[in-house]
Each structure stands twice: as C-alpha cells, then as structure tokens.
T-cell receptor, first 115, second 113 residues
Framework: GAVVSQHPSRVICKSGTSVKIECRSL??????MFWYRQFPKQSLMLMAT?????????EQGVEKDKFLINHASLTLSTLTVTSAHPEDSSFYIC???????????FGPGTRLTVT | GQNIDQPTEMTATEGAIVQINCTYQ??????LFWYQQHAGEAPTFLSY????GLEEKGRFSSFLSRSKGYSYLLLKELQMKDSASYLC??????????????FGTGTRLTIIP
C-alpha cells in the first residue's frame, strides 16, 4: 500500500513554455502533499505544502506565480512550472501524507530539462 | 530556522559496519527520519525516531537523542547495493502551523569490495 505516482517521469521543454507535473496517491487519500526540488548532488528542498481544497503554502524564495500548485482532490496534486527557464531544470519530487499518518510517501520523481 | 548537518561523503568496506551521524538544531521538533536515495530515484523510507533510543530493523538501526540534537544511522553487514545517499530529515511544525520535513544535505556512501 501507500503508493504515489508522478507523471511524466521525464520531460524536456523549450524555454518560455509551461510544464505540468501530476502527483497521485494511488491507494490512499492524501490530505497533504508536498513538492520538493532536488538539484544534482544536493538534497531535497521543500518548495510548497499543498492541502486539499486550499491554497498551497510556499517556502521562502519560491515564486508562487511561477510554480502553480493545485490540489483539487484527495488523490491528485499538480505542479505547473510556468515560463520555464534552463535554471528550472531539476528533479521534482512529490510526497503525500494520509489522514492521521506521519510518514511521507514519495513519488518516483520527474526530471525536467528546459532547453 | 532549521539546521541539519551530516557528512558529505563516506566510504566503507563490504561486510563491515558504518555509522552515519546527523546533528540538528530545530524548533517544533516532532521526529527524525532516515531515507535512502539511489541516484535518479526518489527517497525510500528507512526509519523514524520520535523518542530517545535505538530502533533496530534488520541490518539498519537508528538512534536519537533529542536533548543533544543528534541521531545516527547504523548499517551492518554492508552490501554493494547499500551504496547510495542517506538523508537525515527532521519533522517539525512550520511557521504556518503545518508539519513539514527539512532534509539534511545527505551523505553519499560508497561501498568498496
């Protein structure tokens, strides 16, 4: 149990375009989902916390107008990188927490390359 | 803010034991996680400590001292597949009142034959 999927697993886009990444909890309802970014040889950096039906809480230094997060249901959160630039190229990982649980279950990650 | 320190790299021999330390300074501490991450993959859960003491799970054990802000992950009978990054992550309450994880920089462990 407790499986989280992400789609796509890998995406290449041109500078200036937008990319949407989906995060789904497959066998449980996720009241909270988290979005992380990881640059090569660095650790995970939390970008935002997403609660179902409410606005996401962004970490300091993360532009909310550039990284749009929608948590429309208890099993789906999406991250849209708008007007992507090469410096947005990174590994984006989501995680989900079930009701009354403490453990975050991580998705497999999405590698974004902006050319 | 949160401050989490762990060594950047370690090397150990197959069959041996290695201890990866993690020190932290944080407010609103709830617990401490250890994750394993292979290159290009998402982290996988290894352990979670809330109370002081040692938690043992097969070849992996994790220790926590809340008063000292210190934890370690102990790996026994090392195997080549244990070569990975090991992430220490502190669970705490954010300024917005929600629970979140803050990760350390990770320790890249290399196992040699």
């Amino acid at each position: 149990g407790a499986v989280v999927s992400q789609h796509p697993s890998r995406v290449i886009c041109k500078s200036g375009t937008s990319v949407k990444i989906e995060c789904r909890s497959l066998d449980f309802q996720a009241t909270t989902m988290f979005w992380y970014r990881q640059f090569p040889k660095q650790s995970l950096m939390l970008m935002a916390t997403s609660n179902e039906g409410s606005k996401a809480t962004y970490e300091q230094g993360v532009e909310k107008d550039k990284f749009l997060i929608n948590h429309a249901s208890l099993t789906l959160s999406t991250l849209t990188v708008t007007s992507a630039h090469p410096e947005d190229s990174s590994f984006y990982i989501c995680s989900a927490v079930g009701t009354g649980n403490y453990e975050q279950y991580f998705g497999p990650g999405t590698r974004l390359t902006v050319t | 803010g949160q401050n989490i320190d762990q060594p950047t790299e370690m090397t150990a021999t197959e069959g041996a034991i290695v201890q990866i330390n993690c020190t932290y300074q944080t407010s609103g501490f709830n617990g401490l996680f250890w994750y394993q991450q292979h290159a290009g993959e998402a982290p996988t859960f290894l352990s979670y400590n809330v109370l002081d003491g040692l938690e043992e799970k097969g070849r992996f054990s994790s220790f926590l001292s809340r008063s000292k802000g210190y934890s370690y992950l102990l790996l026994k009978e090392l195997q080549m597949k244990d070569s990975a990054s090991y992430l220490c992550a502190v669970s705490h309450i954010s300024n917005f009142g929600n629970e979140k994880l803050t990760f350390g920089t990770g320790t890249r462990l290399t196992i040699i034959p």
